[in-house]
């Protein structure tokens, strides 16, 4: 029987989060039943977590980290990863752009794949409300640069859907070093630093306004994320573990984390 284990990071999502918590777990518990649900609490400082306690309190199913301070969101995934019990572990946004039977897809079409990942930008993809136009040219942005830097061959490695085998995770997670908008990247360039074979499928997603989204802001954090991932990969190692050892004060606060 498969075991799932779902990860869902919560950056202040009071007014989302039960709606998704509720129709993940009765979706699984039909389709599933030997599941879990973890969700990761990244510095809340909304109601988030109550509204989990008491979701928690209900359902066995459902637990929970919570961290006091920020972790950011790929931190917040790597939590859920290390307290994970599935056969397969996979991780979805807190808002539900993905729902709960596209989700199942992964999981139906993993089979002999290593790991199996969502897409929005594959032909057959269903979006059922498209993104403003400045966030697809930065999404279509951030993705030839992830190609040019690291050979990555798949369309969108930033949708908010991913499962992995059990396996998978356990071995790559001490080389997952980011904890913001590249963890995703790092993540899949880590697999294919290891030759797991992992799927890429079109998906149904529905784009949901981003309350915590500055796309002015991110687009610096995205591209600074990425050129100290591909250092870290290099002979030029040296100076990321340099600039770890700088002072807070000296460093871009959060931008290469």
Not at 69 to 82: D, H, M, R, T, V
């Amino acid at each position: 029987m498969v075991k799932l284990s779902i990860i869902i990071p919560a950056y202040n999502e009071e007014k989302r989060i039960a709606r998704t918590l509720d129709n993940y777990s009765r979706f699984f518990f039909k389709y599933i039943k030997d599941y879990e649900i973890i969700a990761v609490l990244n510095g809340c400082r909304d109601n988030t977590l109550w509204i989990v306690k008491k979701f928690s309190k209900r359902n066995t199913k459902i637990k929970y980290l919570n961290f006091e301070e920020a972790i950011g969101k790929g931190g917040a995934i790597l939590e859920g990863f290390k307290s994970a019990k599935g056969n397969l572990i996979g991780f979805v946004d807190a808002d539900m752009a993905t729902p709960p039977n596209t989700f199942y897809d992964l999981v139906r079409n993993i089979h002999d794949y290593d790991g199996i990942i969502a897409s929005r930008w594959l032909k057959g993809s269903k979006i059922n409300i498209k993104q403003p136009l400045l966030k697809k040219i930065g999404s279509r942005g951030f993705n030839f640069l992830v190609r040019l830097l690291f050979n990555l061959k798949f369309k969108d490695t930033q949708c908010g859907a991913k499962l992995f085998k059990n396996y998978v995770i356990k071995d790559i997670l001490k080389d997952l070093k980011l904890t913001r908008w590249a963890f995703d990247v790092n993540l899949l360039y880590a697999t294919k630093r290891k030759h797991y074979n992992i799927k890429e499928i079109p998906t149904e997603w529905n784009a949901v306004k981003a309350s915590h989204f500055n796309l002015f802001k991110a687009i610096p954090e995205m591209f600074l994320g990425l050129i100290r991932l591909r250092l870290f990969y290099s002979r030029f190692k040296f100076i990321v573990k340099a600039y770890d050892k700088l002072p807070e004060f000296l460093k871009i606060h959060h931008r290469l984390r």
